[in-house]
T-cell receptor, first 116, second 110 residues
Framework: NAGVTQTPKFQVLKTGQSMTLQCAQD?????MSWYRQDPGMGLRLIHY?????ITDQGEVPNGYNVSRSTTEDFPLRLLSAAPSQTSVYFC?????WGVGATGELFFGEGSRLTVL | EDKVVQSPLSLVVHEGDTVTLNCSYE??????LLWYKQEKKAPTFLFML????IEKKSGRLSSILDKKELFSILNITATQTGDSAVYLC??????????FGKGTRLSVIA
């Protein structure tokens, strides 16, 4: 089992460029999410999905776009990168969602993005 | 709005010391509280607590939840330099995703 796989691990962009961070999981998890981590800020939720075809916004969604066409994949798109999006991004997944689920998350290794 | 507050934000101790990390929360329809350890890369899971007053233990680490007072503590005894990390607390409530605190950065010096 590969678990949660994120690519790329590192990326440098210029302001205004677009890119996609890829996330794939092979655990048949319903729930997938993207977090960003900045110094002293903990993990902040960008977008999440509770199943294929369903996405929702988290705490800091502006400037990011997501889609969930399959259970396995949950890409994060930056449409026009800004220096404020310089951060470490983590994809995470969980088996179940909703009432009764306890929420343990499995994380990818992270993607460090720098926007110049 | 769901909220998780961790304290202290940073802590420096000597090897062999015992530390207590705190996590207080406000969340609607509490489901669980989770502790993660983050070294250089992704957070790794430590404990999940769902019931009040039941201690979870793993080696030198232990954690307990107080659902009445809305907090949890993570204890680390006989600290080692390998315990140096950021410790994250997160809470699952209702139908909302996990909300994380800002973390406590623990530095253990020899």
């Amino acid at each position: 089992n590969a678990g949660v796989t994120q690519t790329p691990k590192f990326q440098v962009l210029k302001t205004g460029q677009s890119m996609t961070l890829q996330c794939a999981q092979d655990m048949n998890h319903e729930y997938m999410s993207w977090y960003r981590q900045d110094p002293g800020m903990g993990l902040r939720l960008i977008h999440y999905s509770v199943g294929a075809g369903i996405t929702d916004q988290g705490e800091v969604p502006n400037g990011y776009n997501v889609s969930r066409s399959t259970t396995e994949d949950f890409p994060l798109r930056l449409l026009s990168a800004a220096p404020s999006q310089t951060s470490v991004y983590f994809c995470a997944s969980s088996y179940s969602w909703g009432v009764g689920a306890t929420g343990e998350l499995f994380f990818g290794e992270g993607s460090r993005l720098t926007v110049l | 709005e769901d909220k998780v507050v961790q304290s202290p934000l940073s802590l420096v101790v000597h090897e062999g010391d015992t530390v207590t990390l705190n996590c207080s929360y406000e969340v609607t329809n509490f489901r669980s509280l989770l502790w993660y350890k983050q070294e250089k890369k992704a957070p790794t899971f430590l404990f999940m607590l769902t019931s009040s007053g039941i201690e979870k233990k793993s080696g030198r680490l232990s954690s307990i939840l107080d659902k009445k007072e809305l907090f949890s503590i993570l204890n680390i005894t006989a600290t080692q330099t390998g315990d140096s990390a950021v410790y994250l607390c997160a809470v699952a409530g209702g139908n909302t995703p996990l909300v994380f605190g800002k973390g406590t950065r623990l530095s253990v010096i020899a």
